[in-house]
Every structure is written in C-alpha cells, then in structure tokens.
C-alpha cells in the first residue's frame, strides 16, 4: 500500500515540477496577491473629497472650515455657491461629504439658539461612509465643546469644562490600528486555500480528462491509496506556499508575529484536511478541468465573503452568521490573524481547531464516498 | 474452474438507463489464445471488457478471469491482467522510463525488477534507445507501442487490447501484430477488441457482437464457412450505379461495396450471375470481371449480423 502510495507521489511531484505554468503560478500570483492585497485592502479612509456650502460666511464658520481643512482626513476640494453646483458634484462623485452650514448659523450661535450643520454624504459606499460620519461627527464635538466654553465664559463663568465621561480607547495588539496588520494574515489563508484546493481538483479531473484515469482504475491502486497519492503533495506544496507568503509578511510588511510556529503549523494541517477535501468533492463532481476551475470559484467567493475577514459576521443575517461556521475559512482566518497578532495558541484556539479537523475530515470522507462509486 | 480457461463468462448483461449495453453474452478463453472480438462501434465490446477488468459492474450474469470472479475478485484481477484502451492513457508529461517505473511499481514491482522488465518490454517494441523522452512527443505509433510494453510490464497472464490499434498507420498496426503474435507464444492470453476485419483475420477465435448480443463464434475459417450464401465478386465500370441495380435484383441477400467492386451474397448464384448481366447490361453499365470468391471475414460478418438482424 505505502509503495503504490510513494509511487503516485513520486508521479506527482515530476509532473509539478516539469509543468513551467504551474511553477508559475505557484509562486507569482500568490505573492502578487500579498503584495497587491497589502498594499491595496485599507479601511483606514483619508482625504476625503469635500466640500463646503457656506451660506453664512462669517468669522465663526470659517473657524469651523477651517477644522476640516487642517487635518489629513478630509480635502476641501471645492466651495460651493449653489444648490445646482451642490448637485452636480455629487452625481458626479468629485466628493463624498458636503458640509453646508445654513446663512442664520452664525446668528443662532450669537443669540444662543441651537443651530445645525447639515452634512450630506455619498453613500453609495456604505463602508466608508459610515467611517466618514464617524469622522465628521469628532470634529463637530469638538467644535461644540469649544463653543460651550466660549458661551460659558460669556456668561462670566470661568474654568475648564470637562465632560463627565470620557473615553479612553486603548488597542490592543494593534495600537495603531494599522488595516494591513489586520488583512495580511487573512491573505494568508485566502492564499493557501486557493492553491491547495485548485491544485488537488485540478489534479484528480486532469487524469479524467486526458484518459489516465481508466488506466490507474485497471491497476491495483485502492481509491484511498489514489487519494491519498493525489492529496499528499499539494499538502507538502501548500505548506511551502505558507512559509513563502508568511516571510513576505514577516519580512516585507513587518506584521508582528507573536505567537508559535507549531500553532500555524496544526492549523494549516488542519485547514489543508478542508481546502484538499473541497478540491477532491469538487474532482469527482467534475469531467473537465473548466468545470473545475468554475466549481473552484463558485465556492472560494462565498467561503471567502463569509469568512469574516471582509465583512463582520456580527453584521450578517442570522441565517448567514450560522452558515459561516460551515466554512473552515473562518476558523482558519482566526487562528492565522491571532497567532500572529494575540500570540495566543493550541489553548486558546482549540475550538477553531476542532472545528476545522471535523469538517475537514467529514469533506474528506464524502469525497472518498463519492470516489468509490464512480469505480463501480 | 478448468485449468485451460483464462476467461470464462456466462450471460453477461450490462444496462445503462434503459438501454442494453450488453445482453446476455457468455463465451470461454483458452489460455494462450488470441480472441478476438469483432463488431462495429457501439456493439458492447468495450463495454464487455470494462466488467472483465473490474471497470464496470455487470448488471447481471457472471464470469472468471484469470480464475478469479470478476464481481467480487477485481483487486485479484487487477494484479493478473494487462489493459491497453483505445485511448492513449500514460502520462505525457513524462518519460518513458518514469511511465515503466510508476506503472511497475504500483504493480508492486521492485525498483530492480522494473528496471530489468523495462529493458525486456523496450526491447521487445523497439523503444531502448528513445527512454529519456517525454511520451508526450513521441509520434502515435510509437505511444501505442509504449502502451503495450507498459501493460506487459508486470508479465501479466491476460492482456486486454481494447481497439489498441485504432488510428495507427498500417505498417505500425503490423508491427505490433508481430508483438502480439511474440506474446501469445509465450503463453500469454490475448484478448482483444476491433472493427478491422485483416486483424480479426490474425485472431484464434472470433466472437461477432451487435447490438450487445453475440451472434456467432469460432475460428476465422468457420465463420467464413458458415455464410450460407456464395459471394459474386462483380467489378462494373459504375460502382454506384451498379449497387442500385442490383440491390434492387431479386434472391440478393445482400451486396455491398468491397475494394474496386461489389460483393454480391446470395442463395442461387447461378440465376443471380445471369439477372446481373441482363440488368447491368440493360443500363449500359459494363462488367469488367465477375467470379464467384470464398466469403471474406466481412462477408461472414455481414452476412451473420443481417441474418441476426432478421431473426
């Protein structure tokens, strides 16, 4: 049994090794992907295009202007002098926040009657705009605190006024609450699960496709032992596809890497059971290699959209929040973001761990199922 | 079972869905016989030789390969038994020697052993000097020369040549005639599949398969001697027009183009040579040459499957 086994790995290994395109994409898109997703994936919004509808024009509305041109969160791009031109630069997305400040502002604030700012947003990207009024809203605090004191030194009252609760925000092992800290461990995963499980679909429909596949039937390989064969090397292959992007994120992006090795090393092994197993589900459901790779695609987006990385799952419809614990992405994404950045290990992530060898193996064994079968 | 029976199959039936693959084929194989099976596409031939090597389960009927049932002894079979399809199936990514060395050893060959049965099997199909090159680029008849020393590797008693030969250039399909011929000397049991009636004529034992039943067995010699008709070889100067005449000529049983001219299968010769002249002549189509010819395999095979057909 463990000749046959060697002897398929063997095969499998030249036939890698001698196949120049996937030599290619084993190495260049993935750190493309690192490199680009690094660079690219970053919820930290700065300069925001803006502008300002200034109906009033006094000394105090440009004290307020002047809160949103000095700081590198917004750009005032233009000032406004119309409803029309107000409009227009919003259907034509030259910015995503009007500030319009109403011609009584300046009096109301005199005679101490509230007064308001209204703020208009390009909500087409819900995200950012929700980031943005989050933004909007700080610097609009503060000016009425200033105002507050102004008002209340007015009235002859002098001191410093303090709110009564503060907060005092400290981030953990992200102090700087750096995006890229966030998303480079989690292309990690995307990474990993990419090309072991297209590698491992790939490999099983090639052989059907190209007539081998009969030939091996004929021969005293058990199906275990072909899947096994066929598994093991993009098991290894994978492997070496996490030390690879894992330097570039040590290396390149300096993430901290707080944890141990031998956690990432049992969780990948355990991720690898699922993303291996998916790809042989996906072989045996599968006669040609585009089928494959469409099969492949179809379940990498959703398992990738749901696997919390992007969006919070807190923020999904129950239905979906149960979903996602079908998906070993998720438990993966955790256990490569928190090795890394909590440092926490096997006694803090054996859940996920567990989750991912159960689901892992049941793929597995359906796969295994549904191979046997198609001897018959 | 007998010890001279490499293959032994009784009512063989294999359904797909709702139509008969095979239907009730039963034959035996002596050992070191060449047995042919001889039928056109689509008869059940590689449908039959898919539930003797363990391929396809049969939906009915039973059978021994090897001595070993083919429902529950398929591993046992396995290991006994040399299959070349009518698809090229190594890998074309590698070499010659490493397609031996993984089809050797996941026979369980040792790394020795297949190093002394590749030099045997390159040898024997005349493939020593080209070992290093991918089998992807060698030309096709080449490829199917490598099949076969890839299916003998293991020195396997039985060998399956499922239209091993199909697509191959003539000189190339003699050549690896001879091999089989070499083969079956030394005791190998062959089995193989084709719609060519010249290999057919280079078989043992033929068995004729339509429409997934068996119509006929024996030697080459006996089918063409059980064709109840005689054959009329007629060369007209209008092969197309001629066929219509006579197709539409009365006690024909059946006629058909071969080679240059047409072969005519029918009960009463002698009336039918006169009918020809008469009709050929009355459309002034000229008779080059007519004389009778003993049946050829393909007559026999023609001449079976209709009188089947009718029946």
């Not at chain 2, 030394?186 to 193989?192: A, E, P, R, S, Y």
Request: glycine fraction near 6%; proline fraction near 4%; hydrophobic fraction near 45%.
């Amino acid at each position: 049994m463990f000749r046959r086994i060697y002897h398929i790995l063997i095969k499998e290994f030249i036939q890698v090794w001698r196949d120049k395109k996937l030599r290619f994409f084993l190495i260049v898109p993935p750190l493309v992907q690192i490199l680009a997703y690094g660079y690219a994936i970053n919820f930290d919004i700065k300069h925001v295009a803006t502008a300002i509808f200034d109906e009033d024009r006094t000394e105090d509305t440009r004290d307020l202007i002047y809160r949103f041109r000095s700081n590198q969160y917004f750009k005032v791009k233009h000032y406004i002098e119309s409803e029309r031109h107000l409009r227009d630069l919003i259907d034509h997305s030259e910015v995503t926040l009007v500030v319009r400040i109403p011609w009584d502002f300046s009096k109301n604030l005199r005679w101490g009657d509230p007064t308001k700012v209204q703020i208009i947003l390009d909500s087409s990207d819900s995200n950012a705009a929700m980031v943005v009024s989050r933004y909007v809203n700080t610097i609009l605090t503060d000016y009425t605190q200033e105002m507050f004191k102004q008002r209340l030194w007015r009235f002859g009252l002098r001191g410093e006024l303090a709110a009564p609760v503060d907060m005092e925000v400290r981030a953990w092992f992200n102090p700087n609450l750096m995006s890229r800290w966030t998303y480079v461990p989690g292309v990690i995963a995307m990474v990993v699960m990419l090309v072991s499980l297209m590698l491992t679909a790939l490999a099983v429909v090639r052989e059907r496709e190209i007539g081998t596949m009969e030939q091996i039937l004929v021969t005293p390989i058990r199906p275990m032992e072909f899947l096994l064969g066929k598994t093991i090397p993009f098991v290894i292959i994978s492997f070496g596809e996490v030390v690879m992007v894992t330097l570039v994120a040590l290396l390149w992006f300096e993430v901290p890497f707080r944890g141990s090795f031998l956690t990432l090393f049992v969780g990948t092994l355990a991720f690898l059971f699922n993303s291996v197993g998916v790809g042989l589900l996906i072989s045996t459901a599968s006669s040609t290699q585009q089928q494959a790779m469409m099969a492949g695609s179809f379940f990498l987006t959703p398992a990738i959209m749901l696997s919390g990385l992007v969006f919070p799952i807190n923020n999904m419809p129950p239905f979906f929040q149960y979903l996602t614990y079908l998906n070993p992405l998720r438990y993966f994404i955790i256990v490569v973001q928190d090795t890394f950045l909590k440092g926490v290990g096997l006694k803090v992530l054996w859940p996920q761990m567990a989750a991912m060898f159960g689901l892992g193996t049941t793929m597995l064994i359906l796969s295994a199922l549904r191979f046997k079968r198609r001897l018959a | 079972m007998e010890a001279d029976k490499a293959i032994v199959v009784q009512n063989l039936t294999k359904v797909f869905g709702k139509f008969k693959a095979v239907d009730g084929i039963s034959f035996e194989v002596h050992r070191g016989e060449i047995f042919g099976f001889l039928g056109p596409n689509g008869a059940g031939k590689s449908t039959t030789i898919r539930m003797l090597n363990g391929l396809l389960l049969p939906t009915s009927g039973e059978g021994t390969v090897a001595g070993y049932d083919i429902i529950r002894q398929q591993d046992r079979i396995k290991q006994h038994l040399g299959y070349m399809s009518q698809r090229f199936s190594l890998y074309g990514d590698l070499t010659v020697a490493e397609n031996l060395s993984f089809f050797g050893g996941v026979y369980g060959l040792s790394a020795a052993k297949v190093k002394e049965r590749s030099q045997e099997v390159l040898s024997l199909v005349g493939l020593l000097d080209r070992q290093k090159e991918l089998t992807g680029l060698l030309p096709l008849g080449l490829k199917q020369r490598l099949a076969l020393a890839s299916a003998i590797l293991h020195e396997p008693p039985i060998l399956f040549l499922d239209e091993a030969t199909s697509g191959v250039d003539p000189i190339s399909r003699r050549t690896f005639w001879d091999m089989i011929y070499h083969m079956a000397e030394q005791g190998v049991t062959i089995l193989v599949t084709t719609h060519y009636m010249d290999e057919a004529e280079f078989c043992d034992r033929l068995v004729l398969i339509s429409q997934g039943r068996l119509i006929a067995e024996g030697t080459p010699r006996e089918l063409k001697a059980a064709v109840p008709e005689q054959i009329i070889a007629v060369y007209p100067d209008r092969l197309d027009d001629a066929l219509e005449v006579i197709k539409k000529l009365p006690d024909i049983a059946e006629a058909a183009v071969f080679g240059t001219g047409l072969h005519v299968a029918t009960l009463k010769a002698d009336q039918t040579e006169a009918a020809l002249r008469e009709a050929l002549g009355a459309q002034q189509i000229a008779i080059k040459s007519m004389g009778r010819v003993p049946p050829s395999l393909e007559d026999a095979f023609i001449s079976l499957t209709t009188r089947a057909g009718r029946s």
